[in-house]
């Protein structure tokens, strides 16, 4: 058992521990970051992982928490000795890093039902594009709800610790989930049936769909990699190495598809890049470099990089945590947590504006729309109570909307004049506004359970409700109608975080995430 007592020093309380730092670890970390310090809802704690964290920073984090995560502070529980010991401990190297590749992916696959025993049709009778794929993180369950009578449908048992939006196959039959222990899990909307599953890395970021319905992108924290899928079955088709050319290795931030680009997109944690990786069968080569001989000092052939997934490099002068597209997917615009952001243009492989954002924005979550006679794009602010509103064409900040704390998500829909984000760190997390995209003011703020986070708004597919989460383990989903912003229904349900409309996601509506 761990010995912890509380040494007086006038009116202060410091906590002294004497166990040592794999119990401490055991107690306080192991239950997110994994037993082994691979990773679990929290990041894997490997010294590979933590290069861009200097040791004072990472003490600073077990002590005080760390912004815009889960990971709160333990100073009140842990003395200046503990911490310093965690943070010796989690730069020492593993004995032994598992590996994952193409073996383990394969061995790991576990198929529920054949592809070819699925009935043929939706053997229920709602309206197939206007389902939604609620996470709930409470107890680790997914429930599909009808999007037009609000009832929920099917409610199953989740993979542990599920991260980042559903994605869907393109005619919107089936639903991809990625958790952070690196399952990819498919299940068929016709018929509310497990299809497959396959864990793709270890520690896992995200996953994207192509717009072919033929693969599966997932990027990974652990190990550094990128795994590629067959949709169709979750068979592994490749795994590539996230490395530079000079053997950098990094975790992934993220990957996205790219519709009109028929490719994938990835940015990187630790090195500079971003990457394209087409799927599209008419792609050209991309060239690598050349074969030198040394002997005979001269080149001897041109090495290209396989196709599909041929990797073409950008180069960046910033590190991409977050990041977000135009509406053709030729520019990225892309930001690092220490504030630095910047857009990029894919084709000319350059970048080509600085943006005017500060206080961690959290661009994943950003949102398009029309405004006088151009698009703008909008993003919440990790830190700070603000919502950008920048230009896409001079790239400009034109707005900077007061809110009344740091927001996460932000969501809206073509058929509705309104923007809604969330109010989801501090005293006001209970709070969402409703912005006029007309005029770019709040009109409206709506506190769905007082006291209780209210965060994640997503839209039907016709945009005349907005769903709600109460981020909580006795939750629910509020709908709200989305023009009268009145409360229309409640559905109970533990600590839904957030939910996924099959028709705003295939078509890539500009209010949702991609
Ligand atoms: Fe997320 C999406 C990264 C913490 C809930 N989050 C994403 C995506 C990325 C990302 C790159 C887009 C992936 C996609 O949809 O394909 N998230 C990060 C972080 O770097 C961060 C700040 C730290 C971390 O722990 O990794 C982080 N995220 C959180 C949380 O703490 C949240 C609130 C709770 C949780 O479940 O972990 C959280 N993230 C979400 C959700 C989405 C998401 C619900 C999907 C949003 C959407 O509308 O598509």
Redesign the pocket.
Known sequence: MRFLVFLFLGLWAVPVSAAPVGAVYTKHCAECHGAERLGG???ALLPQNLKRLKKKAATAVIRDGRE???MLGFSEVLSEADVEALVAYIYTPLDNVPGWGMDDIAASRIVHTEMSELADAPQHNADPLNLFTV?E?GDHHVTILDGDKFEPLWRFKSRF?????A?YSPDGRFVYL?S?DGWVSKYDLWSFKPVAEVRAGINM????VSSDGKWIMAGNYLPHTITILNAHDLTPFRVIEAKDKQGNSSRV????NAPPRKSFIAAFKDIKQIWEMSYDPDAAPVYEGFVHNYREGQEEGIITEPQPFARKRIKLDVYL??FFFDSEYTDVMGASRDGKSAVYNLDARRKVSDLDLDGMPHL??GIIWDYGGREVMATPH?RGGTISVIDMESWKTIKRIKTMGPG??M?SHDNTPYAWVDV?FGPNKDKLHVIDKRTLEIVKTITPEPGKTG??V?FTRDGKYALVSIWDMDGALVVYDAATLEEVKRIPMKKP??K?NVFNKITYSRG??H
């Open positions: 809802i929290g990041p815009a995560t889960q996470v993180t610790a599920l991260h980042g939006g994605k990625g952070r970021r995200n996953i994207a931030s993220a990957v996205y945590d977050d994943g979550s990790l996460f998500f969501r989801f965060a994640h997503e975080s957030g996924y949702t995430s």
